[in-house]
């Protein structure tokens, strides 16, 4: 009989968090008495993963030895390696079939071009999804981070929203965007518009109505760019798929959250023989996993805004 995965890719730039989120995600599945395993599919990241059960692509390949070998740049030989990895799937394949029954946390690398401008990442997951793959098979969802900071000026906002609408068509998979590092607010102070109105990503184009925002010269940004960026706001909310997931690993109780919005996006939410605790959660956070309960929003905007 052929192994079945369920498994998450956390993708997103550098410094937002991926590996945190990562280590905290296996932290709280041995809480909830679920077996994973932490998959690194950064060839350039050096984190540490030694407290952890890891498979590491650094055994694999390298950028900086690739780097060395062909003389390259450090984009060209990340793709290099993507190319190397993909060519070399069975290597990662026969890692995997080691942890048969375990929960699978790909760590992937920030570098944005890789999901806008490149196939590697997309060929590299058809691979691992592919379901006529006789090795294993394997069902994910797509996880991608955002920082809160983008919530304080007008365009990297929009700019966060259109990359996520551009990253989970090109991925083709489930997908998930997430505000995180939310706990940064009581060092950053309040933002501009309510924690609701980013979280659930609904018309971007009132955003510009309301806030009168300047650029590094001074000027406004609605009078140099307002024409522009309207148009994108409007292409974005017109494919009515942006919302975000509020997030920082501290609290237990949004990675929960988070959790089961992965495993009813790759489907293990919906599988028999689940653990007595897992089922416990289910119903305690029942429907609530499919909208953002304004409790829930109300109680982080006490804890993160009063706090400051």
């Excluded at 030989?77 to 048969?100: P, R, S």
């Excluded at 006529?132 to 991608?144: D, Y």
């Excluded at 979280?199 to 307002?226: H, I």
């Amino acid at each position: 009989m052929i192994p079945y995965y369920y498994g998450s890719i956390i993708i997103g730039p550098s410094g937002v968090g991926k590996s945190t989120l990562c280590k905290g995600l296996l932290q709280m599945m041995e809480q909830i008495q679920r077996k994973s395993i932490i998959i690194n599919m950064d060839p350039a990241n050096e984190d540490s993963y030694e407290d952890y059960l890891c498979i590491n692509i650094l055994e694999l390949i390298t950028v900086e030895d690739v780097m060395k070998m062909f003389k390259l740049g450090p984009n060209a030989a990340l793709l290099y390696c993507f190319q190397f990895l993909l060519d070399n799937i069975k290597w990662l394949f026969d890692k995997l079939l080691k942890y048969q029954d375990y929960y699978l946390i790909f760590d992937f690398p920030g570098q944005i071009e890789l999901y806008l401008a490149n196939d590697s990442i997309y060929n590299l997951i058809q691979s691992l999804t592919n379901k006529n793959n006789q090795t294993l098979q394997l069902s994910l969802v797509a996880v991608q981070l955002f920082d809160c900071l983008n919530c304080y000026q007008v365009n990297t906002f929009i700019s966060a929203s259109l990359v996520s609408v551009t990253v989970s068509a090109n991925l083709s998979l489930p997908y998930l965007a997430v505000l995180n590092k939310l706990d940064l607010i009581k060092q950053y102070g309040e933002m501009p518009l309510s924690l609701q109105y980013y979280l659930e990503g609904e018309n971007l184009k009132y955003m510009l109505e309301v806030t009168d925002q300047y650029d590094e010269e001074g000027q406004k940004f609605k009078e140099k760019y307002g024409q522009l960026t309207y148009n994108i706001a409007e292409l974005i909310d017109s494919k009515e798929v942006v919302s975000f997931e509020p997030l920082y690993v501290e609290n237990k109780k949004l990675i929960m959250r988070l959790i089961l919005k992965m495993d009813k996006a790759n489907g293990y939410y919906f599988l028999e023989n689940l653990p007595p605790i897992y089922k416990s959660i289910q119903e305690d956070v029942g429907e609530e996993i499919d909208f953002l309960p304004t409790e829930l929003v109300m109680e982080l905007e006490t804890e993160l805004f009063e706090s400051n």
